[in-house]
């Protein structure tokens, strides 16, 4: 069994009398200590400054159990009569040495003025010598320790936490000059988005001037009057007539899609008979579809046909829907299904047997400029807008809308829109 731990205590008095006095006590209840004696102040100083500061780093150990060696000390025992120094001066020329360790002044006399100044001047605590009592003195250096210790571990845990929070405010510092260096390019991101908006805008305005001349003039050609036109000019003119409504189609998606980028694209909500809207808009395309000989069919399951919405956004994205369900499917059908999910939600999806997409590919469809197929020799042209549109319209509406689909086995794209825009806020604010 190891021995027990020593305390290193430095006893500073004049009296050897009373330093035999101090050393019965310690051995009568057996205290561990090792003392170092010192008879007069200059004598003590001397011994303090071939010492090193005590640190005591396991605070949640008992000090019964702290291992010191004999190069710290854990306490000091000054006598308040010194002959060479009183009791105040040597606790502040101590305190000047930087020398950490708690200090108990045995004093002769019952002084309370003194005890007072003795407190004040740093000491941990005081004791009469004339009553020094072996379990008094044990407990009153038990105490000092285990304060000072305390007082030492808040110390430390202060140091820490201003460390830490200089620390924290050194970070603070660099983040907030890391937001000021988002917020500058954000502002500048912003300018450039605006810019970029601002040229689509001018250039899909400019554009459409001189398309809608040129399908202007092509219209008149085919009228072939007065002079009848040969079948190659004919065609060669009916080609450029074709081209130009495409071109057309991909400057007003450019415009449309800057007024939505630069929020300029208004929402009027007004009632319209929803039977009517889909009906009409699947009548207009049905000339595409037999282009390709290919069947567009819609079927319409409303037991309300009214619902209040703007009737502008979303028969153009219907007319997106469709357009693209036509486009990418060779044979087969393009159908339009519409009904009521409750009574302040309206589906309708638009499905075809066309080309489908790639799992993979679905993330990508709804954004902007992305087409599922990239190449320069992709079959299908456009300028990869209209689904990214489709979104932002029916987001505008207060719908979402969602696709299903399987390569080579045709796509679903359903919307869900309310009834009414502000029964959809209603509901989510509740």
């Known amino acids: 069994m190891s021995s027990p731990k020593q305390f290193s205590i430095l006893l500073v008095d004049d009296d050897e009398v009373d330093r035999m006095t101090v050393k019965r006590a310690f051995r009568k209840v057996r205290f561990p200590v090792q003392l170092t004696e010192a008879s007069n102040g200059e004598e003590a100083l001397a011994i303090i400054q071939t010492k090193t500061k005590p640190l005591i780093d396991n605070l949640s150990t008992k000090h019964s159990n702290v291992g010191l060696d004999s190069t710290t000390f854990d306490l000091a025992l000054l006598d308040y009569r010194l002959p060479d120094i009183d009791g105040l001066s040597l606790i502040a020329r101590i305190k000047a040495l930087n020398f950490n360790v708690p200090l108990i002044v045995l004093t002769g006399q019952g002084d309370e003025e003194i005890a007072v100044e003795i407190m004040k001047a740093g000491a941990a605590d005081y004791l009469s010598k004339a009553k020094i009592e072996p379990s008094i003195l044990v407990k009153a250096i038990d105490s ?6 305390a007082e030492e571990a808040v110390k430390l845990a202060n140091k820490r936490l201003r460390a830490s929070n200089e620390l924290l405010f050194l970070k603070n510092q660099e983040l907030e000059k890391q937001q000021a260096h988002i917020k500058t390019q954000n502002i500048k991101l912003q300018e450039s988005y605006k810019l970029k908006s601002e040229f689509l805008a001018t250039m899909s305005h400019e554009l459409r001037t001189p398309m809608n001349a040129i399908m202007g003039f092509s219209q008149l050609l085919l009228r072939q009057y007065p002079d009848p036109l040969s079948s190659q000019q004919e065609n060669l003119i009916q080609r450029i007539l074709n081209n130009s409504k495409n071109l057309l189609d991909m400057i007003n998606e ?6 939505i980028e630069a929020g300029k694209l208004d929402y009027n909500p007004q009632p319209f008979n929803l039977n009517y809207l889909i009906a009409t808009t699947v009548e207009e395309l049905k000339s595409l579809a037999i282009q390709k000989e290919i069947n567009l069919t819609a079927e319409i399951n409303l037991t309300e046909h009214f619902i209040i919405q703007d009737s502008n956004l979303l028969k153009r994205s219907l007319i997106n829907l469709i357009s693209n369900g036509i486009k990418f499917t060779d044979k087969g059908t393009v159908k339009l299904q519409a009904w009521e999910l409750d009574a302040n939600q309206i589906a309708i999806a638009i499905e075809d047997t066309g080309i489908g997409i790639a799992t993979e590919d679905l993330s990508k469809i709804f954004q902007a400029f992305r087409q599922v197929d990239q190449s320069f020799t992709r079959q299908h042209s456009g300028t990869g807008l209209g689904l990214a549109i489709t979104d932002s319209l029916v987001k505008i ?18 919307i869900q829109i309310p009834r009414r825009k502000d029964v959809r806020l209603q509901n989510s604010s509740v």
């Open 144 to 149: 000092a320790i285990r304060i000072h210790q």
């Open 254 to 259: 450019m415009l449309d899609f800057s007024k």
């Open 397 to 414: 509406m207060g719908g979402t809308i969602s696709v299903e689909s399987r390569l080579n086995h045709g796509s679903i794209f359903t």
